[in-house]
């Protein structure tokens, strides 16, 4: 995830956070789980493509 760009950013009219990057959104409630479930995400990805 370091050499990829995330955005995280607050919705309107909801509570908490979203991170967007390479094709993935992913929410939290903070700005922080926001960011570990977007690690998570790019991880599970990167794995289906080496199989």
Known sequence: MA???VTVF???NR???AAVCDGHLTEGSSKE???????????RTSRKKIR
């Not at 789980?33 to 991880?43: G, P």
């Open 10 to 12: 607050k919705i309107k």
């Open 15 to 17: 509570s908490g956070f």
């Open 33 to 43: 789980q926001a960011l570990a479930r977007m690690a998570k995400a790019l991880k």
């Open 3 to 5: 050499q990829k760009k």
